[in-house]
């Protein structure tokens, strides 16, 4: 069955937006694994605009404590500063379960693209390699359109992200056909390459159960933005409890 694992950058937006440690990140992740979820998603960005380097230790500890995945997603390319020491020596400090490397910018919104393999790779593979050497497993942030995708397996990344905008909007026009079939064919390129698959990026309860019906073996969803704006509604345990309902479903339809 596939993997969810909650992004709680979303829980510390909040709380930076007022200061102090209301809502408290640690106790929103603690009800996310009591509700059942898998693991945990943290993108610590340099300019420490949502979980700051304090989060990624402090949630370190929660999901050992809990013997779950801790994915800690970031720009391994962005230098450190005052407050944030870099993504690999975050990761060489905490080794999380899985680190998921992605190209966004200082001043980029959210991650919305992935690797360019023929500008980045050799950038990468020494990087890759480090983490590897921390024990943690190495994915990759790519398109689903990216025709190099098995380049990921070369370079000794375990996973490729799969960036699933483009097929959240294809969902929301009422036609996700076309964008659903290049999903799967991405899918069985990178397994065919010898990766595992992972997805993430606007997917909700709304549109994942059909995703994961059709494009093949998803490993993990990670999922933060619409499972917290959800939760403002319907509360976090009764969230997570939707999606995993989500997940179950799609392996009914895949049935």
Known sequence: MTALSVNVNKIAVLRNSRGGNDPDVVRAAMTCLRAGA???TVHPRPDQRHIRAQDVYALS???RQHGVEFN???NPFAPPRDGYPGLLPLCEQTRPAQVTLVPDS???LTSDHGFDFGRDAERLRPLIAELKAMGCRVSLFVDADNPQIGQAAVLGADRVELYTGPYAEAFLQGDAS???ALFADAARRAQA???GVNAGHDLSQANLARFLSEVPAVLEVSIGHALISEALYDGLEATVAGYLGA???AGM???
Do not use: K, N, R, V
Request: hydrophobic letters at 40%; charged letters at 15%; glycine letters at 16%.
């Open 38 to 40: 898998h693991g945990i």
């Open 61 to 63: 500890e929660l999901t």
């Open 72 to 74: 800690i997603e970031g």
């Open 106 to 108: 200082d001043g980029q």
């Open 178 to 180: 076309q964008s659903l």
């Open 193 to 195: 390459a010898g990766l």
């Open 247 to 249: 997940i179950a479903q």
């Open 253 to 255: 339809l895949d049935a």
